[in-house]
């Protein structure tokens, strides 16, 4: 088996995140879980530690909130400070509307969460990496981060910025042998349409109908492949789509 890594993976109380931590654990990783739903991440790290038997340790961590973010990096126990993997998962959109009918509050939470959050975490923990002249920055974009679609703006927006901010962390690393990668998926059915529509399960679930989407699992796997290469391997980008997903806008449905 390889040397166990430590993996940090930001909102793993759902959907890709809680799926990748299950991946890390069952191939034997420690994971640092993190997220505003501390219960569930509790049950989830009983649950990985008695499955797998790996070390977890969890923090109740909300990405808005940088000032939260370094304290959880200053405070982790001196055997979780040496981080293989940041996984910059952490994520969401906020409503559906054109831009003249937008809801602000909307746009601030979807900024602050998938584009100011990743970047307190990557400035909290780099610098770590840095140190250690080695680790993998995972950041997870999203096919709306190559298109944009209807009503989907200031969303779309966020992930391009996380496609443009990962290859920048690139250069900007590359002395240092710390790995980045993006993973892009298409669409994927975890809580997201549940969160966007504020938990109108039957709006979500529309989304969803007349052909097999990705699961969390299946993103999972891509995260865990990236983060598994040889030494001298770095994948730049991943990026996956249901097999009826074409783009943004056309899916078969059947
Ligand atoms: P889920 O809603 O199932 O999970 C989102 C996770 O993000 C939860 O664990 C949630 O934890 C966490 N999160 C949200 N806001 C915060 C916050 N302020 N602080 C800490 N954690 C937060 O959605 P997905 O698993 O689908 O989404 C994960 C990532 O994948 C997101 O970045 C999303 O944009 C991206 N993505 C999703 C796709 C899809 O179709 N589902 C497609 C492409 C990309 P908690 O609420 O407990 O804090
Ligand atoms: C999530 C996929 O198509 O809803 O990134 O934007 S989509």
């Not at 901010?165 to 993973?183: A, E, F, P």
């Not at 943004?248 to 449905?253: A, C, G, P």
């Amino acid at each position: 088996m390889a040397t166990p890594m430590t993996v940090v993976i930001t909102g793993s109380t759902a959907g890709i995140g809680k799926a990748t931590a299950q991946q890390f654990a069952r191939e034997g990783h420690n994971v640092i879980l993190t997220g505003r739903r501390e219960e569930r991440n509790k049950e989830l790290a009983d649950e990985l530690v008695n499955d797998y038997g790996v070390q977890v340790y969890h923090y109740q961590l909300d990405v808005c909130e940088r000032g939260q973010v370094q304290t959880f990096v200053d405070s982790l126990p001196r055997e979780w400070r040496k981080i293989d993997v940041l996984i910059n998962n952490a994520g969401l959109a906020a409503g559906l509307s054109p831009v003249h009918e937008g809801d602000l509050d909307n746009w601030e939470q979807m900024i602050d969460t998938n584009v100011k959050g990743l970047l307190y975490l990557t400035r909290a923990v780099s610098p770590l990496m840095v140190e250690q002249e080695k680790g993998h920055i995972i950041n997870i974009g999203s096919v709306a981060g190559f298109e944009v679609y209807p009503k989907g703006n200031v969303y779309s927006a966020t992930k391009h910025a996380v496609h443009a901010l990962t290859r920048s962390m690139r250069l900007d690393l590359l002395d240092h042998g710390i790995k980045v990668t993006t993973i892009a998926p298409g669409l994927v059915e975890t809580e997201f349409s549940k969160v966007r529509f504020n938990w109108d399960e039957e709006r979500a679930d529309k989304v969803y109908e007349g052909y097999q989407p990705l699961t969390g699992e299946d993103v999972a796997d891509a995260i865990y492949y990236a983060a598994s290469r040889p030494a001298h391997v770095n994948i730049n980008e991943l990026v996956l789509t249901p097999l009826d997903q074409g783009d943004s806008t056309t899916v078969r449905k059947h």
